[in-house]
Every structure is written in C-alpha cells, then in structure tokens.
C-alpha cells in the first residue's frame, strides 16, 4: 500500500541549494588539499568524490576483474539512488552545481532542442564494454575528472599566475605601507589558498577548452550535458528506474503544463508523461505547481520500459565500445597495481598514476 505524498515545500529547494553549497565547497577543500605543501603526507581522504562514484566502480572493477576496496563508498551513492532517485547529480556533484550557477549567465539559445537524451547511455555502454577490453577513457568522460583535471591543469595555475603578479606588482609599485598591507593577504592567500608551488601541463589548454565547453553547452538547453552527455547520470538513471521515491502526478496536468515546460532535466516524454529517470530532484516543479498537487511518495517500483533507446543505438554503442581496444593501442589498466587505481593530483589522482596516450590512467 503506497504511502501518502510527503509534504514537500518550497523549502526543499533552499535544502538542496544548502546541499550543494555544502558539497561543493568540501570539494574545493579536498581539492587544495591535494597539492604538494612540503610533506609526503595527506591528513584527508581527498579522492572522496572519486570513491562516491559509482561510474569509477564499474570501470575500474570491469578493467580490473576484481573490486577494489577503496570504492566501496560508491555503495553509498548507489543505495541513495535507489531511496531517493537520481539525487546525487542536483544534490551533491561540485560539476552540476558550477552549471546550474552558469544558468545564471548563460541562457539557451534555441527555441526547440533536439532530444539527444540516448547519446549518455551510448557513451555509458562504450565507457563499459572499452573498460572490460583493458581500455578505458573515462577520464574524458567522468564528471569528476573533467573537472578536477580542468582545475588543476588551467583554472588553479591561471588564479595563481594573476593573484602573484598583482601582489608582485604592488609590492614593486607601491609606496610602503600598502605594500605592508597586501603582504600580510599575500602570505594568506599562499599558506591557505594558493598552491605550494606551481605546476605546468601540457594539455592545460585543451582541458580549460573541454571544461568550457561543457559550460557552453548551456546555450543549446539547461543541463544540457547532464541531460544528454554525461555517463554517470546515465548510469545513476538506470539504477533510479528502482527507486522507491516516485513523483506524482505522473503526467502533466493538460490545463497548465508548468513543470513540464520549466523542467530543467526535461524529464517529461512527448506524451507529457514523468520519466523518473531523467529526473534530479531538482524540486523546481513543487514552485511551479499552481494548485499545489505535486509531490512525492514511496512506492514500490513498478515495471516499465528500461531505457528509451533504440536496439540500433545499442548495437552501435557496443561496436564502438568493442572497437576501441583495436584501434587505440594504449596500456591496459588491468596492468597496473591496485595501488595506482586511485590517485593523489586533484580528489582522486596520484602523483605516480601515469595517464596513457588515450588517457587511460587520468581519472
């Protein structure tokens, strides 16, 4: 016997705001803590976000034939999604918060965008068939990694180059005492802020590129990556279809149609029907709501289709995923120690895990 609605308010999106903050600004944390500060030691399980990741499970126990404990907290992820849905991707990823504040700045461009929604689980299905070949290329796929890479390889070594050349130009320029001043914020900034000292990538540039692209993908739809690109919403997605928190109505009321039209995830199909899915309790639709029906409830998952992609699409997905081992001549990540899977640069990557020439060791 399902349960009643919960009474959800308009307070659960300032919840889910707090959440990301919250989240976001550990990850900031964990990301600083990362870089070198004079000792071979690190107090802070940094690769935390890489651990709660469930996509980083698969792959790496795909490649590796074999679980390797450290992700075991990728569970944790996994039972919430089945509790609550897809909550992890609006609630607690550092990427989707930085793209929901872009919304703020960045607005879609186009008056209809197309429904691209099966390219995630085509990339999903080639991240996991390539893996289990003894390649992988999640570090061009994985939210986590194009984020930390695109901070630690351009975004953290710019904030560095521009915040010491303008406390260099003060101290050079500047009558005395402001200089006193600024030395003091200075000394601040690089015992708390700035790194140790600065290292420079070769691939800063295309990883700034890539990072930013995915921020400009906004243009074409909010979300638009979450929503049509990224592999571990994909596979959060999959694993929600069992989620015992179900949203009601499940269609669109005829008469308004607010949620479906406002929905950032577009998680409603062309019948106006509720895709749970596609969506992450973003909580958006309990505001648009004018009679105020909308809420949730726990349920038991009832049966329905798994995915809306066609057997074309799976059948070239899993080619792709097949064909990768031949074409790409790289060291397999079955190779490497279980030592070398997690790492230490940014939360998740270590100094001695040397990334291959498709990118296979950069997480």
Not at 2 to 19: D, N, T, Y
Not at 263 to 274: G, P
Request: proline share 6%; aromatic share 12%; charged share 15%.
């Amino acid at each position: 016997m399902p349960m009643a609605p919960l009474p959800m308010k308009p307070r659960w999106k300032q919840a889910r705001r707090i959440s990301q903050t919250a989240c976001f600004l550990v990850f900031l944390f964990l990301f600083r803590q990362t870089d070198y500060s004079g000792t071979d030691t690190i107090p802070y399980a940094v690769n935390l976000f890489f651990r709660l990741d469930p996509l980083v499970l698969a792959v790496v126990t795909l490649a590796l034939k074999t679980f390797v404990s450290l992700l075991w907290p990728a569970f944790i992820t996994i039972a919430l999604t089945l509790v609550l849905g897809r909550v992890f991707c609006s609630w607690v990823c550092p990427l989707g918060t930085l793209i929901d504040l872009s919304g703020r700045f960045i607005q879609p461009r186009l008056k209809r965008e197309p429904d691209l929604k099966f390219l995630k689980y085509g990339i999903l299905a080639v991240l996991l068939i390539s893996s289990a070949f003894g390649v992988q290329f999640l570090g061009f796929a994985d939210p986590f990694s194009l984020l930390v890479r695109g901070l630690a390889f351009s975004l953290d070594p710019m904030m560095n180059y521009l915040t010491s050349g303008f406390f260099d130009a003060v101290y050079a320029h500047a009558p005395a005492f402001v200089s006193n001043l600024t030395e003091a914020l200075y000394q601040g900034l690089k015992d708390f802020v700035l790194p140790y000292k600065q290292s420079f990538f070769r691939l800063a540039g295309l990883s700034l590129c890539i990072l930013a692209g995915i921020f400009l993908l906004e243009l074409l739809g909010r979300r638009f990556w979450c929503r049509n690109l990224c592999p571990l919403g994909a596979l959060l997605g999959l694993i929600s279809k069992f989620s015992i928190l179900k949203r009601i109505p499940v269609k669109s009321c005829s008469h308004c149609r607010l949620c479906e039209s406002g929905c950032r995830m577009k998680a409603f199909d062309e019948n106006s029907r509720f895709q749970a899915e596609e969506c992450n309790l973003c909580m958006d639709c309990l505001e648009f709501c004018p009679d105020g029906i909308t809420g949730f409830r726990f349920s038991l998952p009832r049966p329905r289709p798994f995915v809306d992609i066609t057997r074309r699409q799976v059948v070239l997905a899993s080619l792709t995923g097949l064909a990768l081992p031949v074409l790409t001549r790289v060291r397999a990540v079955s190779g490497l120690s279980q030592d070398s899977i997690i790492g230490r640069r940014g939360p998740g990557l270590k100094s001695n895990f040397q990334p291959s020439a498709s990118g296979a060791g950069n997480v």
